[in-house]
């Protein structure tokens, strides 16, 4: 490979790193074509880059990238294939369907929410991260919770008072 190649997909590299939020680093050797092409239909499905790439290549990205993702370079062994995407736990969730019909693809890291995640053993907290919507729901849902209960409290309290009121007016009578 030439060297303006090179350079061209370390770039290329780099700019799908500021463009996606989130990116998996996985391991996806010994897959036959068959299981390949499924894991990269599934991978399209979900709004997932799957992309093979040369660990050197890689590593230029990351550096060119201007963030620091030293703590990813000893994973950087084997084969390597990156999936970028914009939903933290989305390449997870694919990951371990996946692999419920399969060995791999096998997590060695992610960088998801500005954390770096080394190791397979990562993937079940990862599914468990919940994206800006879902959290922003939680809040919403937490926030409206005292409200509720206030007007409940008002509610139940007015019917008290109108059934204290009535029986006060009976008695004068």
């Known amino acids: 490979m030439r060297r303006e190649e090179k350079n061209a997909i370390i770039n290329s590299l780099a700019e799908r790193l500021k463009e996606y939020s989130h990116f998996y680093l996985t391991d996806t050797a010994e897959l036959n074509a ?19 790439v040369k ?4 590593k230029r990205a990351f550096e060119q ?9 000893p994973v950087l062994k084997g084969t390597t294939s990156i999936m970028f995407a914009n939903t933290g736990n989305s390449p997870a969730k694919l990951i371990r369907e996946f692999r419920k019909q399969h060995d791999k693809p096998v997590l060695k890291g992610a960088y998801v929410q500005e954390s770096i995640y080394l190791g397979d053993n990562m993937l079940d907290a ?10 922003i729901g939680d809040v ?7 409200a509720k209960n206030v007007i409940s409290a008002l509610q139940s309290g007015g019917n008290k008072i109108h059934g204290v009121l ?8």
């Open 65 to 73: 990238s201007g963030i620091n993702f030293e703590e990813l370079y």
């Open 55 to 58: 660990n050197t290549l890689l």
């Open 166 to 173: 009535e029986t006060l007016s009976k008695r004068e009578q």
């Open 34 to 52: 068959a299981v390949t092409s499924d894991l990269r239909r599934k991978c399209f499905e979900n709004d997932i880059k799957l992309v093979v």
């Open 126 to 135: 990862l599914v468990a991260i919940k994206t800006k919507k879902e959290l």
């Open 140 to 146: 919403i849902l937490l926030l409206q919770s005292p």
